[in-house]
């Protein structure tokens, strides 16, 4: 089984600041992991995912996150935050093969202040 | 081209009734996956139907169910409702349950948020 953990469920930030959302994940198979970003009343958007090849993802809104293989971590990261990014994010794991399940952490909100 | 669409966005029924909700995948997508979201237990999975097959099926009661149509289109359906079925219900749509990783993506409509009285 699969399992994350999002080490921050509230994380405020000045804007333009940088920001940093933790994620550790647990797994006795290779997965391939993502984060999603959900704005009030909405459902669900993507912001990146790694599923191979270079642990560096790019992603859209100027978000990147880390693979560490080692550390079983997928950090999120952005250089500078605006006011627009104010949303929760939720990282999520899903198994290479097989089932399409998406296992996701509890979320962390990020609050961005003028 | 247009995104996954869920019907109705708002809902309200009473105790012991039963409901009905709709997805519309994203043209050409083949699986489509329904997962509750409330506070306190977060995003967990419902269950994912493939080719009008349900090929995995997450933790929850048999009062929840569903069934997908030979166009793709989902409905999931929850019996008897209780006061804990409240809670904004997700339909993610990909490409393909299986294979290729960079079709696996899966894409989220609005969502259908369930109030029961």
């Known amino acids: 089984a699969q399992s994350v953990t999002q080490l921050d469920s509230q994380v405020p930030v000045f804007e333009e600041a940088p920001v940093e959302l933790r994620c550790n994940y647990s797994s006795s198979v290779s997965v391939y992991l993502f984060w999603y970003v959900q704005y009030p009343n909405q459902g669900l958007q993507l912001l990146l995912k790694y599923l191979s090849g270079s642990t560096l993802v790019k992603g859209i809104n100027g978000f990147e996150a880390e693979f560490n293989k080692s550390q079983t971590s997928f950090h999120l990261r952005k250089p500078s935050v605006h006011i627009s990014d104010t949303a929760e994010y939720f990282c999520?794991?899903?198994?290479?093969?097989?089932?399409?399940?998406?296992?996701f952490g509890q979320g962390t909100r990020l609050t961005i202040n003028p | 081209k247009a995104g996954v669409t869920q019907t109705p966005r708002y809902l309200i029924k009473t105790r012991g009734q039963q409901v009905t909700l709709s997805c519309s995948p994203i043209?050409?997508?083949?699986?489509v996956s329904w997962y509750q979201q409330t506070p306190g237990q977060g995003l967990q999975f419902l269950f994912e139907y493939f080719s009008e097959t349900q090929r995995n099926k997450g933790n929850f009661p048999g009062r929840f169910s569903g069934r997908q149509f030979s166009n793709s289109r989902s409905e999931m359906n929850v019996s008897t409702l209780e006061l804990g079925d409240s809670a904004l219900y997700l339909c993610?749509?990909?490409?393909?349950?299986?294979?290729?990783?960079?079709?696996?993506?899966?894409?989220f409509g609005p969502g259908t948020r369930l109030l029961v009285l």
């Open positions: 999520a794991v899903t198994r290479i093969q097989g089932a399409q399940k998406l296992v």
């Open positions: 043209s050409g997508h083949r699986s």
């Open positions: 993610a749509s990909s490409l393909s349950s299986w294979g290729d990783a960079s079709i696996e993506t899966q894409y």
